[in-house]
């Protein structure tokens, strides 16, 4: 249903709006600009996230001074996290969320346009890498809740 030249480019990425996102009633901007980018969506679900997923999805992060509180942020609400499928889109997401730190990412992007100073409440997850956003998923997803579809725009949005 993808065309070969877009099939190697193919990716997946866990994107996940973050409690203050979510208290901050963003979700619907955020997911309206991946879906205006071309996107697809293939996974979504709202959850409170358990203490153990957290440390697991930042476990390269364990040794930083700041990772207690990042646990307690990301614990102060519902998140909710999707699975965006498309041409490049692990990179391209990291472009569209913008710099860790919010005071430092550019205006357009998710965390320069809806964020201010304090780098942990950044509003939104995405993965950092191919590998990185194969790993997050499985943590976060089982297999059924992802959904495999075509959609009706795909001769557009791909090559051939
Ligand atoms: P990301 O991939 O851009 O989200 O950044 P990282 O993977 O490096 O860090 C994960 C999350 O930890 C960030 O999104 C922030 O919420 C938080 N974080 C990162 N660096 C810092 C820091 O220096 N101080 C604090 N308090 N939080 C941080
Ligand atoms: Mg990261």
Redo the contacts with the bound molecule.
């Keep these: 249903s993808v065309c070969l030249h877009c099939l190697t480019l193919w990716e997946r990425t866990l994107i996940a709006v973050?409690p203050d996102g979510v208290h901050r009633r963003l979700v619907g901007q955020i997911i309206q600009r991946f879906e205006q980018r071309g996107f697809k969506l293939v996974g979504l679900k709202m959850l409170k996230v358990p203490e153990d997923l957290l440390t697991q999805h930042?476990c390269?992060?364990r040794s930083?001074?700041?990772f207690p509180?990042?646990l307690e942020?990301?614990s102060s609400g519902p998140v909710v996290a999707m699975v965006w499928e498309g041409h490049k889109v692990v990179q391209a997401s990291?472009v569209m969320?913008g710099?860790?730190?919010p005071a430092e990412a550019q205006a357009g992007t998710v965390r320069g346009d809806f964020s201010v100073l304090?780098?942990?409440?950044?509003v939104?997850?995405?993965?950092?890498s191919l590998e990185g956003a194969q790993r997050e998923i499985q943590l976060w997803f089982t297999g059924k809740e992802l959904v495999n579809w075509d959609c009706c725009d795909q001769s557009f949005t791909c090559e051939l």
């Design positions: 973050k930042y390269q992060l930083k001074p700041f509180r990042l942020y990301m990291r969320v710099h860790t730190n304090i780098i942990y409440r950044n939104v997850h995405a993965s950092d």
